[in-house]
C-alpha cells in the first residue's frame, strides 16, 4: 500500500470531523507507481476497499504529489490547475476531497 494513503487514513481515523458526513468511494491512480487504492469515505471515517467498478471519482496524481497534498505542501486547486493531479468522473467529489485534504493537512 501507498504510505501516504496509510498516514491519510490515519489522520482522519484520529479526527473524523473533516469528512463532516461525507459519503462516497473515490478511486486514486499513482501513475509513478502504477497502483490502484479505492478508499470509502463513510461519514467519519474511511477506509481501504476492494473491487470498486464506478467510483464517485478517479484521481490520477504521483505518490509525492499526493503526499503534498496529504500534509499541506501543495494545495489541491493548484495541483488540478497545473496538471499535477487529475480528475474524471463527478468533479463535486474533487471540491469535497479538496476541502477533506485542507481539513488534514
Avoid: W
Wanted: proline fraction near 2%; glycine fraction near 8%.
Amino acid at each position: 500500500m501507498v504510505v501516504a494513503v496509510d498516514r491519510f487514513l490515519t489522520k482522519i481515523s484520529n479526527d473524523g470531523e473533516g469528512l463532516r458526513g461525507y459519503n462516497s468511494i473515490i478511486q486514486f491512480y499513482f501513475k509513478d507507481i502504477d497502483e490502484t487504492v479505492n478508499v470509502s469515505f463513510e461519514g467519519t471515517s474511511a477506509s481501504l476497499i476492494e473491487g470498486v467498478e464506478h467510483p464517485a471519482c478517479k484521481i490520477v496524481v504521483s505518490t509525492q504529489n499526493f503526499e503534498k497534498l496529504t500534509n499541506g505542501q501543495l494545495n489541491p486547486q493548484t495541483a488540478f490547475l497545473m496538471g499535477k493531479l487529475k480528475a474524471k468522473g463527478d468533479m463535486s467529489h474533487l471540491l469535497k476531497l479538496s476541502q477533506i485534504l485542507s481539513y488534514y493537512a
